[in-house]
């Protein structure tokens, strides 16, 4: 799988080799809130939004580790903005097929003892509202986040501790299907040193308390859930902030 370390500032969309694109000030007109085309221009986010905001170099999650302890994640690389070709794995590809796949972004990340990897997704899909409301409904419906034949597709980074980030290093997922937003976040976490995890719990199952596997006591699903929570949360608010911009001081219509 081709991949790109990309260190420093840019464009999500001039991510490429550390380029950055600059389209210049775009003036955006204001769409109703809910309707369509406010729903469309959410999606444009991913190209306007930097890299660092929406995965940054570093995340820290204050009690977000087993037993409420802090956990924190460093950046080892970011991947080329592209497809979603060989992204999941086929059924996975399947169910999410009928939204569409206008852009996948990812990063992968070490935790700070550098013992474990997490490669974090945004799908960026081409469906409209109610078509990622149905793909929400059967996520959940369904159960699908919690099969192991649904599992996203880590990426790897050659000199760094996620080098050996392969298929049969996935020790734990989570996968949030937003409803009202066109995106998909995921994260799938491994062990840094590359063993294999012939098998692997959803984020759900190995937080469980009492959890004894290796997955759970490593904290892996605290990983991808924690990192899938970090991005998730930085979207929404990059698109709030975007759509619904906050007027400055002397900026407000007069009543």
Do not use: N
Not at 127 to 136: F, V
Request: hydrophobic fraction near 40%.
């Amino acid at each position: 799988m081709a991949v790109c370390v990309v260190v420093g500032l840019g464009l999500i969309g001039g991510a490429v080799g550390g380029a950055v694109i600059d389209h210049g000030p775009q003036v955006v007109p204001q769409a109703a809130p809910g309707s369509a085309a406010e729903f469309g221009q959410a999606r444009q986010v991913w190209h306007s939004a930097p890299v660092d905001t929406l995965f940054p170099p570093t995340v820290a999650g204050k009690g977000a580790g087993p037993g409420g302890a802090d956990r924190a994640w460093t950046r080892v690389g970011v991947a080329a903005p592209g497809g979603c070709t060989g992204a999941f794995d086929p059924l996975l590809d399947q169910v999410l097929a009928p939204t569409g796949c206008l852009r996948l972004l990812r990063a992968t990340y070490v935790d700070s003892t550098s013992t474990t990897v997490t490669t974090v997704g945004l799908l960026v899909t081409s469906a409209d509202a109610a078509g990622m409301q149905a793909l929400s409904r059967r996520w959940s419906g369904e159960h699908l986040g919690v099969r192991t034949d649904l599992i996203p597709r880590p990426v790897a980074f050659p000199g760094t501790p996620a080098a050996g980030f392969g298929t049969k290093q996935r020790g734990s997922w989570d996968v949030e299907v937003s409803a009202d937003l066109p995106f998909v976040v995921y994260a799938v976490s491994g062990f840094a040193d590359g063993r294999a995890i012939p098998s692997p719990q959803p984020a759900s199952v190995a937080m469980a308390a009492g959890a004894t596997t290796a997955p759970a006591q490593a904290g892996l699903g605290h990983d991808a859930t924690g990192l899938a929570k970090a991005v998730h949360d930085r979207l929404t608010a990059t698109v709030d902030a975007e759509l619904h911009p906050t007027p400055t001081a002397g900026t407000e219509k007069p009543r």
